[in-house]
């Protein structure tokens, strides 16, 4: 059976049709104007969702890559501050074997112990290097200088062998949060975990997995100022006053770099200090710098071995940044394909989308409502 077609129903069905082109012709001008394809959620949820977890890693990806930008400066100003800290133990190790085998003048003495006294304080200001205006072997205390230097506090006593005994202590002083800690105060656990010498500035600069694929994201960018130049004292129990000892006839000898050139330059000078023969004192100054020879090669195998793992970790960086960079280009690219517009299709639509409106309205004039006028024509 025929059903009657009457104008409303012809002009409500033309309004529709109008208005969906509209729409269609403004959700083109709009994906042309922002060029995204996605102008609404309910567009494209799947690719909503994957827009927005790249967003997120593209946004965890650059605050990596920054935190590692920052790592890297903070860990090669580290390694130029070993390098140099190598050159110095380096130095004073050729003077330690120089004044145990030759026989020094009273000039060759004092030239010899100017010479540690600036190697000494080369030191001091190498423990208190900077970053910027940061400290960098302070450990999480980076706004004052992590280390405070008292060469005299120094005390020195020649024993009846004729070795220079030299207690050093209160030479140097290591702030921990505006407390001083005695770097040679042998009643410290220095290598203790939680103790004062573990102090890791560290950066997060992986993104981590969860449950059983869970990684350590965390990165420690810091040597902490007692490893960098050693902290505590070992315990020498050789015979005492054997010229042959490759160590020394005392107890309790610093393993701190800044306070072991501070006791070398003490030994070079103390001998004058003290009564003995002119003919002696070569012999004494021998048996008392020898010491200094093993001393030495010991805290310059210790700072070559920081060296390479700053070094180690320098290059793990250069590592993850590389990797990041990879990852940047990848979530980039897959944000552009959910994202991106094809302006060639788009505008090709919308012409099209055009034309087709533009007939529309055309045919739309014929079959709206004649008025009065179409008839008095």
């Known amino acids: 059976m025929a059903h009657r077609v009457t104008n409303s129903m012809m002009v409500a069905n033309y309004s529709r049709n109008q208005n969906r082109a509209s729409v269609r012709m403004e959700h083109l001008q709009t994906q042309l104007a922002t060029q995204k394809k996605i102008v609404r959620l309910s567009d494209d949820p799947v690719n909503v969702v994957k827009a927005l977890n790249a967003r997120s890693r593209l946004y965890d990806v650059e605050q990596y890559k920054k935190n590692l930008d920052d790592g890297k400066a903070w860990l090669t100003q580290t390694e130029s501050a070993l390098s ?21 003048t009273e000039d060759d003495r004092t030239a010899l112990s100017n010479e540690i006294k600036e190697l000494r304080d080369h030191v001091a200001t190498l423990a208190n290097s900077t970053l910027g205006d940061k400290f960098i072997f302070g450990g999480y205390n980076v706004s004052s200088p992590p280390f405070l230097f008292s060469p005299d506090e120094a005390q020195f006593t020649l024993t009846a062998d004729n070795f220079v ?11 921990i949060n505006d407390n001083y800690y005695d770097m040679n105060d042998g009643g410290i656990d220095w290598g203790d975990p939680d103790s004062l010498e573990r102090q890791h ?61 501070n006791e070398f330059f003490v030994v070079a000078n103390a001998i004058s200090e003290f009564n003995v023969e002119e003919a002696d004192t070569t012999e004494i100054l021998h048996q008392n710098i020898k010491p200094f020879v093993k001393r030495l090669q010991d805290m310059q195998s210790s700072t070559l071995a920081q060296m390479s793992e700053v070094g180690g970790r320098i290059s793990r960086i250069d590592l993850m940044a590389d990797r990041y960079s990879k990852d940047e280009i990848n979530y980039t690219q897959m944000l552009s394909d959910v994202e991106d517009l094809d302006t060639a299709e788009a505008y090709m639509q919308f012409s099209m989308s055009e034309a087709v409106y533009r007939a529309s309205m055309s045919v739309g004039g014929r079959i709206l409502p004649p008025s009065l006028v179409d008839f008095m024509r």
């Open 84 to 104: 140099e800290l190598n050159e110095v133990i380096k130095r004073a190790y050729e003077l330690a074997v120089q004044g145990s085998n030759d026989v020094l």
């Open 165 to 175: 005994d030299v207690d050093n202590t209160g030479v140097v002083m290591y702030n």
């Open 201 to 261: 500035i560290r950066y997060e600069i992986n993104i981590t997995g969860s449950g059983e694929f869970a990684v350590d994201n965390f990165f420690s960018i810091s040597v902490p100022g007692a490893k960098f130049l050693g902290a505590g004292t070992y315990e020498d129990n050789l015979p005492s006053g054997d010229p042959d000892n490759p160590l020394d006839s005392g107890t309790g000898k610093s393993l701190n770099v800044y306070s072991t050139l």
